[in-house]
């Protein structure tokens, strides 16, 4: 059987038990249960076994409505006990009306979807709700792309860094949120399938059929646990690429600042000597050499622009300058000059043409 309760419910589902299988739930489990603000966690009891998983409360590509990212999740609650699992979810779930029209179908065509224990059923409905995660991984990817390209863009600054901080924060929640979500599968699965053993385990008996449906609801929780793994590798990954990203960003700002500082300081000692050369001629002695001369000017301006292209052509060597296009010239030159050696050696070689030395063929 599954009963399925809403949180409008209240706790209903405690008599819903009571009435069904005579068991009662304990009072810090209904008050777990009722909690909209518990993590993802874990428990057992001798006569049943609750299981709070969180998912997702809006749909996956409602995240970039406003231009940023706000993950909101919200609490399911499982239940298993023998022959009986009880939900308590949100009434908007589409998960689970999904999964009930599911079961609901004509038996035709989907009796071998039917599950046959309590325990396959809430794997099903987990993996459905780890799904909507993997859902995530697109938008997120535009997300962080998006900022990626704002923050590398050297044609203006970026300013957006509440946008930046807000994605970093929500991934590092989603992060958080898977690593609950692990610790409460592995915890059921290993008191179902490791400290359990056939004999301590509530939902299985002895035989063939009880051993391949305990098998297939191990491969099913390795699936949805796998499935887990998946979104926090792909959350830890979109982290680290927007840490790099900052890191590129600063990088970028301190090497375009030091570029800047580099052309002034250039600037700067090129025209301290022709500053050095106006300041001495602007000295108010009558005893200069040349000041009363009439190519005096002419050759202080000549010196002094000679001082100059000397400085650059000094710097230029000493690599101060760098000019972008030198290099990538060279390098064009040196991968064209195989091709022009093996397009001369064909023409060399060609019918009716004139033979060549190998002198001119190097050259």
Not at 171 to 195: M, P, T
């Amino acid at each position: 059987m599954w009963c399925d309760c809403v949180h409008d419910d209240g706790t209903a589902f405690v008599e819903a038990v009571a009435a069904l299988t005579g068991t009662r739930i304990y009072e810090d489990h209904v008050l777990d249960a009722t909690n909209p603000s518990h993590p993802s966690w874990f428990d057992a009891t001798a006569a049943y076994e609750m299981l709070i998983f969180r998912g997702l409360a809006q749909a996956p590509g409602a995240l970039l409505a406003h231009g940023s990212i706000r993950i909101r999740t919200r609490p399911t609650v499982f239940f298993v006990l023998p022959g009986l699992l009880v939900t308590l979810r949100a009434p908007d779930s589409r998960i689970f009306a999904a999964q009930r029209e599911r079961l609901l179908a004509p038996p035709a065509g989907a009796r071998h979807r039917v599950p046959t224990r309590p325990e396959m059923l809430m794997a099903r409905l987990l993996n459905d709700m780890v799904d909507r995660y993997l859902d995530l991984r697109q938008p997120l990817t535009d997300l962080l792309e998006r900022v990626q390209r704002a923050l590398l863009d050297p044609r203006r600054p970026y300013r957006d860094w509440p946008t930046l901080l807000q994605a970093r924060t929500e991934l590092r929640r989603l992060e958080s949120l898977c690593e609950e979500q692990l610790d409460a599968l592995q915890e059921w699965r290993d008191e179902r399938l490791d400290r359990r053993g056939a004999s301590r385990d509530l939902h299985t008996g002895d035989g063939a059929d009880d051993a391949t449906s305990a098998e297939a609801l191990r491969v099913r929780i390795d699936d949805v646990v796998e499935h887990v793994h998946r979104v926090l590798g792909h959350v830890r990954r979109l982290e680290s690429s927007a840490e790099s990203a900052v890191q590129l960003h600063f990088s970028a700002m301190s090497l375009r600042t030091s570029e800047i500082m580099r052309v002034l300081t250039v600037i700067t000692a090129v025209f301290m000597p022709l500053t050095l050369i106006t300041g001495i001629f602007g000295m108010n002695f009558d005893a200069i050499p040349g000041l009363h001369s009439g190519t005096g000017f002419w050759i202080t301006i000549a010196a002094m622009l000679a001082i100059a292209l000397a400085l650059l052509l000094w710097f230029r060597g000493r690599r101060y300058i760098d000019d972008d296009e030198m290099p990538a010239a060279r390098l064009r030159r040196r991968e064209a000059a195989p091709q022009a050696a093996a397009r001369a050696a064909a023409q060399a070689t060609s019918p009716g043409r004139p033979e060549v030395s190998a002198t001119t063929q190097a050259k």
